[in-house]
């Protein structure tokens, strides 16, 4: 069984357009995604799926020079763009990612990839009644994919690749990952995501990586809470 990170990208974000190219401590976003998914030892690969359109050639060239897996394919069915990347990659399992967290946790996705492969399951995320950090990370078979593709039409279960099994859970069997104490919002005292999507979600993240990124390890998400517990950041 081959698991395969496949991130979502495309330079044409509507509320920041080319955010995956922003600097972050001294390299775009997209490059800080790629590198925290290369510590994740399960993993068989990581590929970028983006659109066909002109644009996004700047993907195509950012993926060829980190030798990565590509595929361009619709930029509204994105599920359909997410089956082929996967066909294309020979990937059975799949890592998806948004290419705008830069804090995706390593760890925690070395442990969805064995709960979904030893348990067979169809999907794996954090229980949705739960309110917890972990954002731009989630496992889903292949074979679940394209069952959802054969069985929707509606537009949002096509442009949200997951969208359908997470409103019903019993299309699929799903599993949970527990979420440590630490790891709940309910800690904190003012909201905050860890995705970029803002100008403002970018300068919070910069602030994160000034502080805490070296050029030899990647940021800790323990760290990064610990300092907007304290509000240091």
Not at 186 to 201: G, H, Q, R, Y
Request: charged share 30%; with cysteine; net charge negative.
């Amino acid at each position: 069984m081959k698991t395969i990170a496949i991130i979502q990208a495309r330079t044409g974000s509507t509320r920041l357009p080319g955010k995956i190219f922003m600097n972050l401590a001294g390299t775009p976003l997209i490059w800080h995604v790629v590198n925290r998914l290369k510590q994740v030892k399960n993993l068989d690969d990581i590929g970028i799926a983006t659109s066909e359109k002109q644009n996004d050639d700047k993907i195509e060239c950012f993926a060829k020079s980190e030798n990565l897996l590509f595929f361009r394919g619709s930029e509204e069915d994105v599920l359909e763009r997410f089956i082929s990347a996967a066909e294309k990659f020979q990937a059975d399992n799949i890592i998806r990612i948004t290419c705008d967290a830069a804090l995706i946790d390593p760890v925690q996705i070395e442990k969805m990839i064995e709960k979904g492969i030893t348990e067979n399951l169809d999907y794996v995320f954090y229980d949705p009644k739960i309110d917890h950090v972990y954002e731009g990370f989630e496992f889903i078979s292949l074979a679940t994919l394209k069952r959802i593709q054969n069985f929707t039409v509606e537009k949002p279960y096509h442009e949200h690749v997951t969208k359908y099994i997470r409103e019903n859970p019993s299309f699929g069997k799903i599993g949970y990952l527990p979420v440590g104490n630490k790891f709940l919002k309910s800690n904190f005292t003012k909201p905050f995501k860890l995705s970029v999507d803002t100008i403002a979600d970018f300068e919070f993240m910069n602030k994160i990586y000034t502080r805490l990124y070296k050029n030899d390890t990647i940021v800790d998400l323990g760290e990064t809470l610990d300092l907007i517990k304290q509000n240091e950041i």
